[in-house]
T-cell receptor, first 110, second 117 residues
């Protein structure tokens, strides 16, 4: 089983839709969790950290489920500009170097 | 946020040549930088951890003699792909943490897309 797994998609949604992605991780001792956004042929950029209590930033909500070992990203009122690949990153216990999932591709269409 | 700059953005070279990629932290000092490689539609794969003033730590399966890493100052790390071959064509991205927070939150350079003919 891979350390960090994501459904590669693509998720094809209309503008205004709500879409959610999950990311599962295998190391139960994982400490830190992040969502990054990567545009085509560009570097990843941090979207948000994921805290145990969950966190929200505008239209984006991230949650952590330690019992089931996954994190989620919810995007409300999708915009065309949200089209990108969303990478999750997990820092395993004992290390501060994150392992990345392969990303989930989101396409928001008019 | 912290800024990491990478150069060059694109490089095309002939098979057998060496290519150097620079990674700079512009507004903070980075004792540790990370080099990743990403093939199309694949995840970022950590190649090595670059430590200022000491040898880099390479991940399993990454040839240290082929991918030379030098971290001579707190703001600059370089990756040299020696005797590049077509299979080395990839997107190479460096990253660093700001302030040595050790939280796993990384800032990435713009990436360098290497094409070996």
């Amino acid at each position: 089983r891979k350390e960090v797994e994501q459904d590669p998609g693509p998720f094809n949604v209309p503008e205004g839709a709500t879409v959610a992605f999950n990311c599962t991780y295998s190391n139960s001792a994982s400490q830190s969790f992040f969502w990054y956004r990567q545009d085509c042929r560009k570097e990843p950029k941090l979207l948000m950290s994921v805290y145990s209590s969950g966190n929200e930033d505008g239209r984006f909500t991230a949650q952590l489920n330690r019992a089931s070992q996954y994190i989620s990203l919810l995007i409300r009122d999708s915009k065309l500009s949200d089209s990108a690949t969303y990478l999750c990153a997990v820092t395993p216990g004992g290390s501060y170097i994150p392992t990345f999932g392969r990303g989930t591709s989101l396409i928001v269409h008019p | 946020g912290a800024v990491v700059s990478q150069h060059p953005s694109w490089v095309i070279c002939k098979s057998g040549t060496s290519v150097k990629i620079e990674c700079r932290s512009l507004d903070f000092q980075a004792t540790t930088m990370f080099w990743y490689r990403q093939f199309p539609k694949q995840s970022l794969m950590l190649m090595a951890t670059s430590n200022e003033g000491s040898k880099a730590t390479y991940e399993q399966g990454v040839e240290k003699d082929k991918f030379l890493i030098n971290h001579a100052s707190l703001t600059l790390s370089t990756l040299t792909v020696t005797s590049a071959h077509p299979e080395d064509s990839s997107f190479y991205i460096c990253s660093a943490e700001s302030g040595g927070s050790n939280t796993g939150e990384l800032f990435f350079g713009e990436g360098s897309r290497l094409t070996v003919l």
